[in-house]
Nanobody, 127 residues
């Protein structure tokens, strides 16, 4: 599976961006796609995840209420709609796929669980 992230850019605080992750190759229902981010000098952190079948979504506390993850199976794409952006959201955002379904939500927050990664897209939020 190859992943291509896009949609990053520069936005003012309070603004919105929509990130997309296009997957090429087979994406069975047993896959889950996640978004992570890494700010300068910080560790990569989980943002959100969505199972490729009609399953639940998962969010980091920092994303709840502001970000929405969704999938378009016809286009093999997962999107991350980010609203009410804050300067602390500034980071490189990565999409990733893990070949596993589990009811353990903590599993999806762990970056080392993921099998495939996209190249990242930069989001900069100015104050």
């Amino acid at each position: 599976v190859q992943l291509q992230a896009s949609g990053g850019g520069l936005v003012q605080a309070g603004g919105s961006l929509r990130l997309s992750c296009a997957a090429s190759g087979p994406t069975p229902n047993s896959y889950t796609m996640g978004w992570f981010r890494q700010a300068p000098g910080k560790e990569r952190e989980f943002v959100a995840a969505v199972s490729w079948y009609d399953g639940p979504t998962y969010y980091a506390d920092s994303a709840k209420g502001r970000f929405t993850i969704s999938k378009d199976r016809a286009k093999n794409t997962a999107n991350l709609q980010m609203n009410s952006l804050k300067p602390e959201d500034t980071a490189i955002y990565y999409c990733a796929v893990v070949r596993r379904l589990t009811s353990d939500s903590d599993y999806y927050t762990q970056s080392h669980r993921y099998d495939y990664w996209g190249q990242g897209t930069l989001v900069t939020v100015s104050s």
